[in-house]
């Protein structure tokens, strides 16, 4: 086995890894029921999964320029997806109002926003612990 | 000739096709705004690691360029929505 079979078979175990990981991160976006929950499934496994793609793909070329782009993505993308998905999320939350899963036990922004949700209608998971 | 490595190459491609299609079907039927912009977050993401597998499948590396600068545009597409989102329910 020779230095560039090594290199492709990495580049492939990652590319491979990071498709699992989208895949993962669209079935929880389809599926999971309510705003903060289907960004909780899409901002970590998403990022997560073109991460580790975009690392793929710069270890399959090895080259300066592209490699060094590959890497700069992967690393924007660590740093602005959980800003993106905080600022969906608040912006969901506490002005478009949106409605938790009915099953939802803890909310702790209930009780330590007050302020800013006034006028949030109680609902299920507004601060009173859960019965049953 | 179809290696190991060529037919990987078509499934992680497959793979992302289906996330994206998966991602679509929560676009049209999200049932609020904020909904449809997650799921717009995670098909720029799908799409910025598909451009970064059509430089392997294509070789023409130039496309990179076209993977960083899509990855740019949605952060600052998601701060205009939430900006928009927040100073509209102040008014």
Known sequence: ?132 | MESFFDISVLIVIAVLLLSLLLAFVRVVTGPTLPDRVAALELVNVIVVAFIAMYTVWSGQVAFIDASVSLALIAFVSTLAFARFVMRGSES
């Open chain 1, 1 to 132: 086995m020779t230095a560039t079979d090594a290199r492709d078979l990495v580049a492939i175990l990652l590319m491979l890894a990071g498709a699992a990981f989208i895949l993962v991160a669209a079935l929880g976006l389809l599926r999971m029921p309510d705003l903060p929950m289907r960004l909780h499934a899409t901002s970590k496994a998403g990022t997560l999964g073109a991460g580790l793609i975009l690392a793929g793909v710069a270890v399959f070329h090895w080259e300066l320029g592209v490699t060094t782009r590959g890497l700069v993505t992967v690393l924007f993308l660590i740093l602005t997806g959980p800003v993106a998905a905080h600022l969906i999320a608040r912006s969901g939350y506490f002005a478009l109002r949106v409605k938790l899963w009915e099953g939802t036990g803890v909310n702790e922004l209930a009780q330590n926003h007050a302020r800013q949700a006034k006028g949030r209608e109680a609902g299920p998971g507004d601060g009173s612990p859960r019965v049953t």
